[in-house]
């Protein structure tokens, strides 16, 4: 939708107040195309001498690149003096914009946010109509850095004293994060550093292990954890000095003791309102069956998650994760043995009850935990009083302690601090560790694989799966041992790997399906949710597999026809193969070590270089 002021009023007060050239900042693609397409129903033509000057400079642009040559919005150009600018188009459609921007052809060009980062591409006055932008499929407000960046356009550097913000009526502008974005200070930059299977191998390749630690820690993303960690150490030396302050007791830890003395305590003297339902073995467990402990269920060991009551009847339920992950709600009393082991949990408000990193951790935990183990000794009262032998066997001192008042008093808010002590040590450590931690994680599944040997040395199949250093390297390098490309043709091999490179939902069409490329995605879709816990799997369309495989199989088929062909953007469907054309060198590069797949890949490039894609560098 475009700004409440119509573009044609905007672009005619714009040239009144001698604000021209003008960048138009809109919402979308559309509203992009539609403030273009309203300069035919009001026309403004512009005067022939300019008109002629426009001609000019896009005879050069379309010498240099002849995809132009038949663009639609050309005549608009010509006439109006305006343009749109966004992801839609060809690049070489953006580069022809941005020649006449710079040669001061234009009054106006109409784009999308994306064009505020990284182009040279300046205007004496940049129009804002939006405070919020979409970013996958969520609205969110524009940052303070994007603010910037759209204003940043405004004023050309020795044509200008002055560059000019102007901020129109629309129905998504809020006025808020505009004043906030344009007076504050940018958000900090974040390392975008992300270890990777393929950064692992060629690591390894060139260093020991024992090296490659030192080298992660002199990185930027370390060196932005190191100083959350140094904002952590702070609070963690409060938090220390606050625990000082209650000064030495009569035990060394007082603040365990008196917490087992006071659940000892409470375990006696309410046993009796355990709920009836609960048999006298059931109720001599409840009290150790807390998030974390090792229980043994039908001679399988499991993790507690939760303790509750079910509705209705109240009994007494647990919910536990098992081997290979399955969480499962059981009766208390179907737990057979209490094992004296309990795991790291940290709890949470809804299903898995725990957090991701901990259910991990637990899953993990049982994957290693031995046959036998050792159950903790309880029974049970003849009065029903549930005991913990080797806990409860000797008599606090507590009823008798002279410092029993102030333990008394001083305990809920010490150990509230005690937690917090040991919250605060977990994160800073795992801070400090966690691009290692990351590393090590990604030497296990490499070397699981079969691409490293157990002393962390590249093995012959590591050797060349390095060099795939692409997104979804694990998936290819995995489709190329098993065999997947054996025998594949150049059509159908760039549709696979296009369908793996492509990673935007936009909805669009295709008409037909090939049989071999739908049975070929539905091998590739099979391996990688296999792969699902070591890699994000791809989207794996057919429909965008079929795009390429329909243009290297038509070897004639014209680019336009092509782009009729399909809802999507010719802009997206000329990023879509130049993409597909990365993945390809990938394989290319292995021909030392595959050929025959080498080859293949080598006739898909040749086959998706023609028509507009001759035009890429």
């Known amino acids: 939708m475009p700004p409440a002021i119509h573009p044609v009023d905007l672009l005619r007060v714009l040239r009144h107040q001698r604000l021209t050239p003008a960048i138009v900042f809109l919402t979308s693609r559309r509203a992009c195309d539609e403030a273009i397409a309203s300069f035919e129903h009001r026309q403004i033509p512009i005067p ?38 966004h992801a839609g188009h060809l690049p070489s459609w953006k580069v022809a914009v941005e020649e006449l921007m710079r040669q001061g052809c234009l009054d106006a060009v109409f784009a999308t946010t994306t064009l505020a980062a990284g182009v040279d591409f300046p205007a ?29 356009r405004g004023g050309r550097r020795g044509k200008d004293f002055v560059g000019f913000v102007v901020v129109t009526p629309s129905p998504y502008i809020d006025l808020g994060p505009i004043a906030n974005g344009l007076t504050n200070h940018p958000e900090p930059i974040d390392s975008q550093f992300v ?25 930027f993303a370390q060196f932005q954890l190191n100083q959350r960690a140094d904002a952590y150490e702070t609070k ?15 035990c060394a830890d007082w603040i365990t003791q008196w917490q087992s003395f006071t659940l000892a305590k409470k375990h006696r003297s309410h046993h ?21 402990r090792v229980v043994e269920l039908s001679k399988d060991h499991a993790i507690v998650l939760r303790q509750y009551r079910s509705r209705g009847q109240g009994y007494a339920m647990l919910t536990v994760v098992r081997s290979r992950g399955r969480i499962v709600e059981y009766p208390a009393n179907a737990v057979t043995a209490v094992i004296d082991e309990v795991v790291d949990v940290a709890e949470a408000r809804k299903f898995p009850w725990c957090t991701p990193h901990s ?44 410092s029993r008042p102030a333990c008394q008093k001083d305990h809920p808010q010490a150990l509230k601090l005690r937690q917090e002590d040991h919250r605060l040590t977990k994160t800073i450590h795992a801070l400090r560790t966690e691009l290692w931690h990351r590393f090590q994680q990604h030497v296990e599944v490499l070397q699981k694989f079969g691409y490293l040997t157990p002393a962390c040395q590249l093995t012959p199949d590591g050797d060349w799966a390095r060099l795939i250093r692409i997104n979804h390297s694990l998936l290819i390098t995995e489709l190329i041992r098993m065999g997947a490309f054996e025998g594949i043709n150049a059509s159908l091999l760039a549709g696979v790997l296009a369908s793996i490179a492509h990673d935007d939902d936009r909805p669009a069409s295709f008409l ?42 038509e070897s004639t088929l014209p680019w336009s026809e092509l782009i009729r062909s399909t809802t999507m953007a010719e802009g997206d469907i000329y990023r879509l193969l130049a993409r597909t054309l990365e993945y390809l060198s990938q394989l290319h590069g292995l021909r030392a070590t595959h050929p025959g797949l080498a080859d293949v890949a080598r006739d898909a490039m040749d086959l998706i270089r023609r028509d507009v894609l001759q035009e890429l560098p």
Not at 196 to 209: C, D, E, F, Q, W
Not at 236 to 250: K, P, S, T
């Open 236 to 250: 963690l030396d409060d938090v220390e000095r606050q625990l000082e302050a209650y000064g030495q007791r009569e």
């Open 124 to 152: 004496r006055t940049v129009v804002i109509t939006q405070s919020s932008v979409r970013k996958d499929r969520d609205i969110t407000e524009l940052t303070v850095n994007e603010i910037q960046q759209l204003a940043g």
């Open 195 to 219: 270890v990777s299977y393929p950064m692992v191998l060629n690591l390894l390749k060139a260093h020991t292990i024992d090296h490659i630690q030192p080298i992660l820690e002199k990185s």
């Open 359 to 402: 259910l991990d951790h637990a899953i993990e935990t049982l994957e290693h935990f031995p046959t036998r183990l050792r159950r903790l000794p309880i029974r049970v009262d003849q009065d029903g009083t549930t005991i913990l032998t080797e806990t409860l066997s000797d008599e606090f001192p507590c009823p008798t302690c002279p």
């Open 272 to 292: 009796r309102l355990k709920t009836r339902h609960d048999p006298p073995e059931v109720s001599a467990r409840l009290a150790f069956l807390t998030p974390g």
């Open 48 to 85: 022939p001498t300019r008109s002629a000057a426009i001609t000019q400079v896009l005879e050069k642009m379309i010498t240099e690149y002849p995809s132009i040559a038949d663009h639609p919005l050309i005549p608009t150009v010509q006439h109006y003096g305006v343009a749109a600018h």
């Open 512 to 553: 037909g399906r090939h049989p071999a490329l739908a049975s070929t995605l539905g091998q590739v879709r099979k391996i990688a949710h296999s792969l699902s816990a070591y890699e994000e799997p791809p989207l794996l369309r057919w429909d965008i597999a079929a795009i390429a495989d329909r243009w290297i199989a």
